[in-house]
């Protein structure tokens, strides 16, 4: 099998002093179809803008966000969720901002959950740079800005995705080969 070639860095977008990463290899669009990255407070404003300007900033997130429960971090022998913005889903589940061949309709903006991860990057890495994200996101819940107000309007509507530990069950559980077909009994 070809070796994968590794993704381009783009340095015209960072955050957090982390470059961008592109790249729509199979395997990397998969988290697209199951587990959409989370957006930083930074994202918020940024989409929205790009994507409806001058619309209400709730009205907006209201169609195009839910409400995650958010990654489960351990700290000082203690674990809880930090809360995080994600993007909508379409019916099958799949980010709402994917296309049909598998594209990302909003790649220039694309939250930091999606934009500065992939999947040729190292555990350590892809770690140094979530567990930054998350710290923006928790000052963001300690100083009840606008990203946390979203979220909690959000899930006061019921629009909530999944935990992301069950985002990665199910696409642990599509990655494996049924058990139905041809040949298996
Ligand atoms: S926003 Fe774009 S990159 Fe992120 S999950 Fe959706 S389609 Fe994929």
Known sequence: MAAHPLPTIDPDRTEFGFARSVCACAVCT???RFI???LVPADLARLAQHLAPGEDLCAWSRGHLLASPGALVLRQGRVFRIPTLVPARREDAACRFLTSDSRCSIHAVAPFGCAFFDDHQTAAESDRRSQRGLQAVLAAWQ???AY???WIMLAKAGLVA???EVCRARMRQA???SLNEKGDV
Request: a neutral charge; hydrophobic letters at 10%.
């Open 162 to 164: 999944p935990p992301p």
């Open 36 to 38: 959409p990255g989370y």
């Open 143 to 145: 100083n009840g800005d």
């Open 148 to 150: 946390a107000q979203v």
């Open 30 to 32: 998969r988290s697209c």
């Open 175 to 177: 990655d494996k080969p």
